[in-house]
């Protein structure tokens, strides 16, 4: 094969920039990046041989979508990463034009890793393939090869494999497009990973009362939390609609029964999982504390060549933090693990602070680039509730249930960008602010914004302020750094 990728290719190409790469100031501190270029979707995220695994789409030659591999850290703790070597490599004739997303499973003692093999033709035509490789150690992988192929039907776009177990059967869930430029997730069972019988659509646009619903799905995810079974998707080609999928392409969940048997699903509407700039391609795993935890990818597609201001220093994106689900009271709610507790330090209780009138409430600035602040409301009688962080504000309506998230744009010069979404009462805030990003947490996690920020100013000035009475209680910590990848 021509221009055949090795890992020798991949590690010179990270000693090459590694030193630009660690000179940017937008670098995170606890948040997984790649070593250089690309990072995207994560995949195969797994607990194997008493450590979590987390994998990526990584392409380490350019800082743009391209040849992907598949990037690895390694943990014990969900906090503190280390880069593995490189998981996968596009040097197959199935997979010659990139490893795509997929998931992991631990069976016989084996790590099980399923992925999309991407083709591409002279004339750019795709052809696409659901591969596995298996693994003795969780670092070393054996490519077994193709083992679907595109029923009829599809088109090449048909990729993502997740993994899961149910009743005495294995199930894989697909994204996919139809001839038709219809999204769906398909489903497909096997007894023993090798061997899958294509059991057809589950769910998709035009499909069993859903409304046309975008031309492509992508990164399907499927578990039961509770009583309900949760079918993470993301759904391409929907239309804005008011304050909602206001993204390029949008991220979120069905609720509802899976019934294998008959092979239905009987969901409600769509929700979105993070109203933010920058969140796409979740993927979940259950852990041995019995916790399904999440990590999505910190970014979103962009129309044309990157404007990330990090591009220049030979990286773009990131991960999210590791997050813990819930579903509680009808909605599904998403917050920090527990372990993430272990960064915080430093402690600030600025106690029960009176905002009267639109007199401002000013916060000593903080010169830490990585922090956290929590904010509880004990009562609130007001228009509106405004934190401004640096550039960024926050801001809550109650007349309108209305909260709003503001940052200075950085793909438009000299323009603030806007995302919103309704709460019914605001009870708390939680903010994580890095170096270059900022995920804030609604109501214990029951509505999440996740940007990138990319700002000018040296120092964090923090600042509320209301119209009204409102009586709210404030603490801050100091985030320890711990990647120095």
């Known amino acids: 094969m021509k221009n055949r990728i090795t890992k020798d290719m991949v590690y010179k190409c990270v000693e090459k920039d590694q030193g630009l790469v660690a000179s940017d100031p937008h670098r995170l501190h606890y948040h997984i990046m790649p070593p250089v270029g690309l990072l995207n979707d994560p995949n195969g995220f797994v607990f194997f041989k008493g450590v979590y695994h987390i994998f990526y789409q990584w392409n380490p030659f350019a800082v743009e979508h391209g040849m992907k591999c598949w990037g690895h850290y390694?943990?014990?703790?969900?906090?503190?990463?280390?880069?593995?070597?490189?998981?996968?490599?596009?040097?197959?004739w199935y997979d010659k034009n990139g490893c795509y997303s997929g998931s992991a499973v631990v069976y016989q003692e084996q790590l099980y890793v399923f992925y999309t093999g991407n083709v591409k033709d002279d004339e750019d035509n795709r052809q696409s393939y659901q591969c596995l490789a298996i693994s003795e150690d969780g670092i070393h992988f054996e490519k077994k090869g193709p083992i679907i192929y595109v029923p009829d039907g599809y088109t090449a776009h048909f990729r993502d494999p997740k993994v899961f177990y149910r009743g005495d059967s294995w199930w894989m869930v697909l994204g996919a497009q139809t001839e038709a430029k219809k999204g769906e997730t398909v489903v497909y069972q096997s007894k023993d990973l090798t061997t899958w019988t294509f059991k057809g659509n589950l769910i998709g646009s035009g499909y069993k009362g859903l409304e046309n619903f975008g031309y492509m799905w992508e990164c399907p995810d499927m578990f039961r939390l509770r009583d309900k079974d949760i079918l993470l998707v993301c759904p391409q080609g929907i239309p804005a609609q008011g304050i909602s999928y206001q993204n390029i392409f949008q991220s979120g969940y069905f609720a509802g029964e899976f019934?294998?048997?008959?092979?239905?699903?009987?969901?409600?509407?769509?929700?979105?999982?993070?109203?933010?700039?920058?969140?796409?391609?979740?993927?979940?795993?259950?852990?041995?504390?019995?916790?399904?935890?999440?990590?999505?990818?910190?970014?979103?597609?962009e129309e044309g060549p990157t404007?990330?201001?990090?591009?220049?220093?030979?990286?773009?994106?990131?991960?999210?933090?590791?997050?813990?689900?819930?579903?509680?009271n009808g909605k599904l709610l998403q917050y920090p693990v527990e372990e993430f507790k272990q960064l915080l330090e430093n402690e600030v209780?600025?106690?029960?602070?009176?905002?009267?009138?639109?007199?401002?409430?000013?916060l000593p600035n903080i010169n830490e680039t990585a922090f956290a602040m929590y904010l509880s409301v004990e009562s609130i009688g007001a228009n509106y509730l405004e934190m401004q962080i640096g550039e960024s504000h926050l801001i809550y309506n109650p007349a309108i249930n209305l909260f709003t998230f503001k940052r200075r744009s950085f793909t438009k010069p000299h323009s603030v960008e806007s995302r919103h979404c309704t709460v019914d009462f605001l009870h708390d805030i939680l903010i994580l602010k890095d170096t270059s990003s900022m995920e804030i947490f609604l109501n214990q996690g029951e509505e999440v914004f996740t940007s990138r920020i990319f700002e000018e100013q040296e120092t964090n000035k923090i600042r509320l302020q209301a119209n009204g009475k409102i009586k709210v209680n404030v603490k801050k910590w100091n985030v320890r750094r711990v990647t120095e990848y």
């Open 349 to 362: 209780d600025f106690g029960e602070i009176h905002l009267d009138d639109e007199l401002p409430f000013p």
């Open 74 to 92: 390694i943990s014990e703790d969900l906090i503190h990463w280390r880069e593995a070597p490189v998981a996968l490599l596009p040097d197959k």
């Open 307 to 328: 404007k990330h201001p990090t591009a220049k220093y030979k990286w773009v994106h990131a991960l999210t933090v590791p997050r813990q689900l819930e579903w509680k």
């Open 259 to 301: 019934d294998n048997q008959s092979m239905s699903f009987h969901h409600e509407k769509f929700i979105e999982l993070d109203r933010g700039f920058d969140f796409y391609a979740p993927q979940t795993m259950q852990d041995p504390k019995g916790r399904r935890l999440l990590f999505g990818w910190m970014g979103n597609a």
